[in-house]
Structure formats: structure tokens, C-alpha cells
């Protein structure tokens, strides 16, 4: 399987275990809505954070964030890497069906 599929089902297998859970939160306390949608989007962004560079969906597709010389990579990085994916989704799409890095990795000098 090629990078682009792999990395897509991983983000897709990453979405519903995080919309998942916070689904689960938001039914059972539901007077936390706000506050459960607000974490969802800081966790998500977060995800490679919390997973040290390799997410659910990472791991289970066998990938993880390195930094360009193949060793893990910093939590600055992991952090710096997933700002733009915010902003500029399509552009990013695009640059990785290309096999080019996106622009969070060129950010933050990491590569997955």
C-alpha cells in the first residue's frame, strides 16, 4: 500500500476513535458540550503529542513522525507539525498525494 493510502486510513481510523469518545463524553454529560468539543479539537491536534509521534491510526497502519534524520521526533515538532493542517487542509491533502511532505513537516523537520 502506498504512503497516501496509509496515512488516510490512519487519519480516517484517528477521526472515529476520537469522535468516538468524545461523542461517548458528550452523551453522558451533556451540560459539558462546549468544553467536551473544545478538548476533542485540542486532543486531536494534539494526537501525535499524546501518542509519542505515532497516533492510533499511525500505529496501526505501522507509521509514526520522525524528524529528518529518522529519530523520534520533539514534541515542538509533533506540536509545529499540525498547525497548518488547520488552516490549510486541502493544500496539505494535495502535497501528500503528490509525495510531497506537507507544510507542517517542512515546518517542523519531520517526515512520516
Do not use: H
Request: aromatic share 16%; charged share 15%.
Amino acid at each position: 500500500m502506498n504512503l497516501f493510502k496509509s496515512r488516510c486510513i490512519a487519519f480516517f481510523i484517528d477521526c472515529f476513535i476520537f469522535t468516538f469518545f468524545a461523542s461517548l463524553l458528550a452523551f453522558c454529560f451533556p451540560q459539558f458540550g462546549k468544553a467536551i468539543y473544545s478538548l476533542y479539537m485540542v486532543s486531536f491536534a494534539c494526537k501525535d503529542l499524546m501518542f509519542l509521534g505515532a497516533s492510533p491510526g499511525k500505529k496501526v497502519m505501522k507509521l509514526s513522525v520522525v524528524d529528518l534524520t529518522g529519530f523520534s521526533a520533539k514534541p515542538t515538532q509533533l506540536i509545529i507539525r499540525n498547525i497548518p493542517s488547520y488552516l490549510l487542509i486541502g493544500w496539505e491533502i494535495l502535497q501528500i498525494k503528490r509525495g510531497q511532505p506537507r507544510i507542517g513537516d517542512l515546518l517542523a523537520g519531520t517526515m512520516v
